[in-house]
């Protein structure tokens, strides 16, 4: 299981506010999470998605074309995949684990 950090950024919209393209995109996440496909977490500053690489590949792409649909010519993303195969880990097991470090 993979996790990923991802940020979309519309470039030449109209308002310095980027927050309905952000809605648009959290609609899609909902869609692939209530599927099954993905779990996901909102943060002021990007995204984190967890699920099977491939599936999180697709819905990054999905993403990403999002705002070409709102009429925006230039989107710029960033991915950060965190693809740990030695065991599985989760959103919640990482913050866990510093969590841990940290009462010591």
Excluded: C, W
């Amino acid at each position: 299981m993979a996790i990923v950090d991802v940020t979309v950024i519309p470039i030449g919209t109209e308002t310095p506010s980027v927050s309905s393209y952000v809605a648009d995109l959290q609609k899609i996440l909902t869609k692939h999470e209530d599927e099954g496909n993905i779990r996901y977490q909102l943060t002021p500053m990007n995204t984190i998605i967890e699920g099977e690489l491939s599936t999180l590949l697709g819905v990054i792409q999905e993403i990403h074309e999002a705002p070409f649909q709102k009429g925006i010519q230039r989107v710029a993303t960033n991915i950060r995949i965190d693809d740990r195969r030695d065991k599985k880990g989760t959103m919640e097991g990482k913050l866990a684990s510093v969590k841990a470090h940290m009462e010591k």
